[in-house]
């Protein structure tokens, strides 16, 4: 690995300062805008979940307690992080004290497991991970404390516990939380990095999104006014929260920033969600398509909810098929908005106001008026209008970089710096994208991104593996399943899926990186240009 790879691209001076004197970036931090909201509502509800709910006055003071705690633990300005912490009210109180610090928070989730974090911990250098003891029946304790012994930057773990019991040799959460309010604490740069989102299906060293407070917060306000979100807003955070859908568009940043309400749920099953949407009158929420499917059918076939205080479910993080696109909303009792968003930017939104016709069939047009889009061809050349193809962008709040990783970023910007989004699209007249597909990278498995790549590498590991390929299979519930194509290394004893699945799991996998389907095959199908092309083997083992 080279060691001055940039932990940040900046943008280019004459796009900087036309975004800045357009006043898309405000010059202020994240942690201001709790700051703000706290001083203008300071006893209306923040946050809620199943057993917690704090007003802004109180999550303000939580959040001051925590931050002080860290920078005594010793956590200093520009320090990483690691946050892998199910949907509770302390995961909004930490990444904003993280942010006050001073400190990035890298958003993992609480699903990755030793393979990913250690890798995230590698990649980012971070020097604390803050969990859980346990959640959904796994020791999260056990597993931080093999990555902390794998990972030499990093010094502590602290644990929110969940069982009450004491976790020996790592931080206690309420411990550190429960300090004094700090007398001062660093002063934070708007235009400096707030924290790191993970990039779906990354393969090798992960793919990191340095996101400043100035162009993340724009992304939120601007988002806020395409949704509608105001001070009345309850956001329902259902999805794990870490991904940039449910933090930021609208989000909970967004919700925040308007001054609503927050709630959380550890599950987002109907019967846990429904239960939240009439205890907390929730108006806005967001799921990924086959999430918005179980919803739909669950009241469709009739819910004892009370869920009239939805007003607007946005659906994004994979294509929503048409057809359920046209029944979330009567089942529900809400209006639809598509979204199609990516964690290293660009934000697309269907509006509020329009027509069915383009509601329940595209995935929207940009946020920005200063986002810029093109569709090109494979050599970058614009495709006629209406034609499919690549969609790369460029504009104030999508990077110009990944973080330290030059091999990436030589593979996902343009040499003047726009990213490819790997998205293959078309657009309509008026700017109205439809997600046609994925040019490269990852299988979009239900909105969680699975790389081929990555999956490929584990199994060639495996001693009855002789080579294999992962192909994404359209799934009428997922979108997309993951199958994996493997040749034996010995006819007579072909591995079995649970064999393999088991394998992944202890390499340290998370659960829905694991194939749905494994076919063993006696022969790869010739691809016709003599070298096997993994890509070439993919596209024919998909179309049969
Ligand atoms: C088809 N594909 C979509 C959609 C994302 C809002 C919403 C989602 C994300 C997200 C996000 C899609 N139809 N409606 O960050 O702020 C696929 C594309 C895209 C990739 C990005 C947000 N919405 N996708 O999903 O970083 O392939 O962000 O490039 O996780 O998801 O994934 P991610």
Known sequence: MTTD???????????????????????????????ATAAARPGHLAVVDERT????????????????????????????????LPNRAEYVQTFFAVFRAGALPVFCLPAHRRAELTALAEASGAIALITVDTHDGFDHAALAREVAAASPAMRDVVLLPVTGEPVREAVDFAALADGPTPETLPEVAASSVAFLQLSGGSTGIPK????????????????????????????????????NFPMSSPGILGTIAAGGTVALTLSPAPSAAFAMIEKARVTTTGLVPPLARLWTESAEAGTDADLSSLDTVLVGGARCP???????????????????GMAEGLVCYTRLDDPDEITLTTQGRPMSEHDEVRVVDDDDNDVPAGAEGNLITQGPYTIRGYYRNAAANARSFTADGWYRTGDVVRRDPDGNIVVCGRAVDHINRGGEKVSAEELEEHLLGHPAVRDVVIVGVPDPYLGN????????????????????????????????????????????????????????????????
């Open 322 to 340: 048409d057809e359920l696109a046209a029944r979330i909303g009567p089942a529900l009792g809400a209006r639809l908005q598509q979204v199609f």
């Open 53 to 84: 709910a704090w007003t802004y006055a109180d999550l303000d003071a939580a959040v001051d307690r925590l931050a002080a705690g860290l920078v005594t633990l010793g956590v200093s300005p520009g320090d990483r992080i690691m946050l892998a």
């Open 208 to 243: 990191l999104i340095p996101r400043t407070h100035d162009d993340y917060l724009y992304s939120v306000v601007r988002s806020n006014e395409i949704c509608g979100v105001t001070g009345d807003t309850v956001y329902l955070a259902t999805l794990p929260a870490a991904h």
């Open 481 to 544: 399943r993951t199958c994996a194509f493997v040749l034996p290394a010995d006819p007579q004893a072909p591995p079995r899926a649970g064999t393999l699945r088991k394998f992944l799991r202890e390499r340290g996998l998370a659960t829905w990186k694991l194939p749905d389907t494994v076919t063993v095959l006696d022969t790869f199908p010739e691809t016709g240009v003599g070298k096997t092309s993994r890509k070439d083997l993919r596209t024919l083992l998909t179309a049969r």
């Open 5 to 35: 790879d940039a932990a940040f691209t900046p943008w280019p001076e004459n796009l900087a300062s036309r975004y800045r004197d357009a006043g898309l970036w405000s010059g202020r931090t994240l942690g201001d805008v709790l700051r």
